[in-house]
């Protein structure tokens, strides 16, 4: 995949992760940050968040969560379980230690929107795999995690009163 194609590619998937968060913040009545170091929230440096947003109350600035969005032009069903990179897992491992704050993976399918509840201890496959049909260079093929998407829940209204 060329430079052009690959910028294409960043900007389309950017827009459908703004319009995923938007609803999120519907859905569970909150406020998503993308921490201040991603320039314009497009362009990251060599010092980005890991995880894609920090979940606040929409009147507040404390910090009640975080979470990862993945957004598939894919029906939910078409596969049983979601991919992510080892090093994503990892930083969530260190978060959800350091904060004991919940974290979460939210999924856009083109059915329906799920999320899951990152579990430290939950026993999950890893292989050397990633992004294998639209493999854009030799850093989409890496160590994933594999999530069964019966750990998944739909997106419903929650409350953060803590």
């Known amino acids: 995949m060329n430079e052009y194609n690959r910028q294409i590619d960043c900007d389309k998937s950017m827009l ?16 998503l940050h993308q ?27 404390k910090v009640k969560g975080y979470i990862e969005l993945k957004c598939r032009n894919i029906v939910s069903y078409k596969y049983n379980s979601l991919i992510l990179d080892l090093t994503k897992v990892m930083h969530m491992k260190q978060y959800h230690e350091l904060t004991k704050l919940p974290i979460f993976v939210g999924v856009r399918f083109n059915d329906k929107d799920l999320y899951w509840k990152f579990e430290p201890d939950l026993d999950l496959d890893i292989h050397f795999t990633g992004r294998t049909k639209q493999k854009r260079c030799e850093y989409d093929v890496t160590q994933c995690v594999y999530i069964p998407f019966i750990n998944f829940k739909t997106f419903e209204r929650i409350k953060y009163d803590k």
């Open 35 to 61: 921490d201040h170091r991603v320039k314009d929230g497009r362009t990251k440096t060599d010092i980005y968040m890991p995880i894609d947003y920090i979940i606040t109350k929409k009147d507040s600035k």
């Open 16 to 31: 459908a992760q703004d319009m995923f968060a938007a609803d999120i913040e519907s859905y569970w009545n909150c406020k």
